[in-house]
């Protein structure tokens, strides 16, 4: 290809100093472009041919470029907003965002009360989007709430969600901005709801006053943090402290809410998730604090870390709507016991045990169903073997995996596009392209070469992705998705590990691990504001679409 027909776009950083090999990837209407992962060259620019990035008539396309290296890791605030490739231009520049380290700060709550300080947060309202919250907020309230929320520019905002301020918080400072905008829509950080009446209606009440500014905020701080006090005292809130700050140097309120927050359709933090894997090892008594530590594991040392596996988490939450506390407890309860206690992506066994049946070999013991899933060659058991947080086993069920992947993102796999009916052909065509390492019992180590299918097991997205796939999608029981089982919580439980083991013989065990997540970890009772509705053992016990019903007796009236 000649360089006349090449677009580049070259990648700085905050200093608007070049990013050479820095990594990228290019994402069009939202699907991933390029091979994972492409670097810049050593100028930090990165080419394209022009027909793949410029639009046309009825060809519109629009780009977004994420791009990092290790002094700039890869964040939500590595993606550049969607663009349209300039007409007329061969070349065009992206800037790393100005982003910065937020230092967050315990408060003490008022009379010394032993409750958990949490942060104050933006309700989001109707009508509301990014552009409008920096008009009413600030371009740096903003990218605030976009850093410690984990999102980006381009995410929707929902009507309802409540976006967290990093505790102790502040505003920038603006030396043009006077001090009746500080006052002003910057600082309505909480929602007038959430604040004492009184409170509101002194606010309205004020008089405006031209002479001295500072001192009369200041006077008027005092004036309204006494009363709240009053209030407080009058009330008798224990959990409902605030502490008011003064509003000249930009400081917003912060509000100490109940202690526990819901996980219902909003994302983990890695603090959070860290915490989940955790307590749950400690309650396996498993006192390992890495993840993927087995030696059979593939994942690359860079994926190997809560970073990664917080943010391929959430991502697949979203895509395979695992969206409520529920589903995500019946979701990690799985993909703890499949994955060993996130230990491992491959299958500990060798996988011979799925090879096809061999006449010659009529004394080997071979799985029953291992023909009717594609396994037709000899090696087929190995190179098919379970991959992923839940195990995907078998030819045919990856192959349908990876068209799932290749219809979101045709050019995620090769460098190049391919579609659903290539899959076969170009990705599980039995060429020798990966090694796997299996251990047997004697610690001895045996090596199967795989072709494409054992990316499952060696790249994070696929092994978190194919797990909400498979979860939100592929399997089915009468037409109903793992979704639906897990809203009926425990009396779905022994459905899911049925459909997900394959069989009912580790019931138990997954049992166990789905109920401390609910009551320890998650705390579901108390603090999940979207509970299901609570299940009558009689009532559920003739439904057909339910399985393995034996452990209903020892369940009690009140349980989730």
């Not at 890791?73 to 663009?83: A, E, G, I, N």
């Not at 070469?449 to 498979?470: E, K, M, P, T, V």
Request: proline share 3%; net charge positive; aromatic share 12%.
């Amino acid at each position: 290809m000649v360089q006349q027909a090449l677009y580049s776009i070259e990648i700085l950083d905050t200093e608007r100093q070049s990013m050479p090999y820095c990594y990228f990837e290019l994402y069009i209407n939202g699907n991933l472009i390029t091979k994972l992962p492409s670097r810049a060259d050593s100028n930090g620019k990165v080419w394209f041919d022009r027909e793949l990035v410029e639009s046309s008539l009825g060809d519109h396309k629009e780009l977004e470029l994420v791009f990092w290296n290790e002094k700039y890791p890869k964040t939500q605030h590595s993606t550049t907003d969607k663009f349209i490739w300039p007409e007329g231009k061969t070349s065009i520049k992206v800037l790393m965002p100005d982003t910065y380290t937020i230092n967050t700060r315990a408060l003490d709550n008022e009379n010394n009360e032993e409750q958990e300080y949490k942060r104050a947060y933006y309700l989001v309202r109707k009508g509301d989007t990014w552009s409008k919250l920096e008009i009413e907020l600030g371009v740096s309230t903003v990218e605030a709430l976009m850093l410690h929320n984990r999102m980006k520019y381009s995410d929707k905002l929902v009507e309802g969600a409540k976006l967290y301020y990093p505790l102790g918080f502040r505003t920038r400072n603006d030396a043009s901005r006077s001090l009746s905008k500080k006052t002003g829509a910057g600082d309505k950080k909480v929602s007038e709801s959430s604040q004492p009446k009184k409170e509101i209606d002194k606010k309205k009440e004020q008089p405006k006053k031209d002479k001295k500014p500072e001192k009369k905020i200041e006077q008027k701080q005092e004036q309204e943090s006494s009363l709240e006090k009053e209030n407080s005292k009058k009330d008798n809130k224990k959990n409902s402290t605030v502490e008011q700050r003064s509003a000249a140097n930009g400081k917003p309120e912060d509000i100490a809410h109940v202690k526990g927050e819901c996980f219902c359709y909003r994302d983990f933090s890695v603090e959070e998730f860290k915490n989940i894997i955790l307590e749950m090892r400690a309650f396996s008594k498993n006192s390992f604090k890495d993840l993927f530590y087995k030696k059979n594991c593939p994942l690359s040392e860079e994926d190997k870390t809560f970073e990664r596996l917080t943010e391929e988490i959430n991502k697949s939450f979203k895509e395979w709507e695992i969206n409520t506390c529920m589903r995500k407890i019946q979701f990690l309860a799985q993909c703890y016991h499949e994955s060993a206690f996130f230990s491992t992506t491959l299958e500990f066994a060798s996988g011979e045990y799925y090879n096809p049946p061999n006449p010659q070999k009529a004394t080997i013991k071979t799985h029953p169903e291992a023909i009717q899933h594609g396994h037709t060659k000899e090696g087929d058991g190995p190179r098919y073997k379970g991959r992923g947080i839940i195990q995907q086993t078998w030819r045919d069920t990856q192959i349908s995996y990876y068209k799932s992947v290749v219809k979101r993102f045709p050019n995620y796999f090769l460098n190049k596009e391919i579609n659903e009916a290539d899959v076969e052909k170009e990705l599980f065509n039995r060429r020798p392209i990966y090694k796997e390492v299996y251990y047997d019992g004697s610690g001895q180590k045996k090596e199967y070469q795989c072709d494409y299918a054992a990316l499952i097991a060696r790249d994070l997205f696929l092994s978190c992705d194919s797990a909400g796939w498979f979860w939100g999608e592929y399997k089915l029981r009468q037409k109903k998705t793992l979704n639906y089982f897990s809203d009926f919580g425990i009396y779905g439980n022994g459905t899911i590990t049925w459909m997900v083991h394959g069989g009912g013989n580790t019931i138990a065990t997954r049992l166990k691990l789905y109920r401390h997540l609910r009551d320890n970890v998650f705390d579901y009772s108390n603090k999940c504001i979207n509970k299901i509705k609570l299940n009558k053992k009689d009532e559920l016990l003739n439904k057909d679409i339910l399985k393995q019903k034996g452990y209903w007796g020892e369940i009690s009236d009140e349980e989730y």
